[in-house]
């Protein structure tokens, strides 16, 4: 297949070379345009770090060199998936960790595993969902966003991706979050590109959100919110298309047709001559 991928080039770099090992041709326009910022580290004392992207770790630039390699060693992580994991640990964060697969199962563990008024460190992203610091507040933990990076959204698709699309060159699009979705298509509608037809691969029901409002008409969900999980349905051909009911009972009735011409017909029974009427009486002669 021949597969688009939309995500920052370092992530797509990586997906596209699984994508190859499957023997798929890969296309890449990123979405967005991740620029770090200057952030700093909050005040006081911090009982955890969390943290819903990789890019959160990759992107760091405090403006301080804060928190100490020291420090980093001791905060308790709570994050969202293995690869967030991964760069933590790159970063020097090698504390404790809780991995969620998704935020909502991030926000329980918060919930249940910390007192009231603890004080995380939220590292994130400027443009981002507001349900994790939302439950946490509501939970009386005091979540400080510490603003990491920002996504910018492209300007366009690339050339290359665009003629693709108008040669039919394209078979599928990957999209890895909700807001990359969205800015896809909108991208896309620029371009006088119609992506609705081709088969969407979303890591989310979040992420297919705007897919399904967009009219698009093939779109499988990963079963669960992993990379892996996305490649797998990627292995899988798409069922064939069933048959209307129309034509299913066209079929029926000539097949019937033809096993009722074909079977043997029963002989036609005679219907038998009714007898001759009995001759009228002879009458008697007078002598």
Known sequence: MR??????????????????????????????????????????????????????????????????????????????GSKTAEAAKKCG????????????????????????????????????????????????????????YEARAAESLSKEVVAAFK???VDAVMHFSRRSTETFLKLAEAAGVD?????????????????????????????EPKEAAMLALLAEKPAPKAKSDATTEAVAAALAAAIQEAAPQAPAQETPEPPPPPPPPKSKEKS
């Open 3 to 80: 597969i688009l991928l939309t995500r920052a080039p370092e992530d797509a770099a990586r997906t596209a070379e699984k994508l190859k090992a499957q023997g798929h041709q890969v296309l890449i326009s990123p979405v967005f345009e991740i620029q770090p910022r200057e952030a700093e580290w909050p005040k006081g004392v911090i009982d955890g770090v969390v943290a819903t992207s990789a890019q959160a770790f990759e992107q760091a630039q405090f403006a301080d060199d804060s928190p100490l390699p020291e420090a980093r060693r001791l905060f308790r992580l709570f994050i969202v």
């Open 195 to 223: 992506a609705k037809p081709i088969r969407h691969i979303a890591i989310s029901n979040d992420a297919a959100t705007p897919l399904h409002a967009a009219g698009a008409t093939l779109i499988v969900t990963a079963f």
């Open 167 to 169: 040669a039919n060159e």
């Open 93 to 148: 964060f090698t504390g404790e960790p809780f991995v969620a697969q998704e935020a909502k199962e991030l926000a329980d563990a918060l919930i249940a595993k910390l007192p009231p008024f603890a004080r995380l460190a939220y590292l994130a992203g400027r443009d981002r969902k507001s349900e994790l610091e939302t439950r946490c507040k509501e939970a009386r933990l005091e979540i400080i966003p510490v603003e990491i």
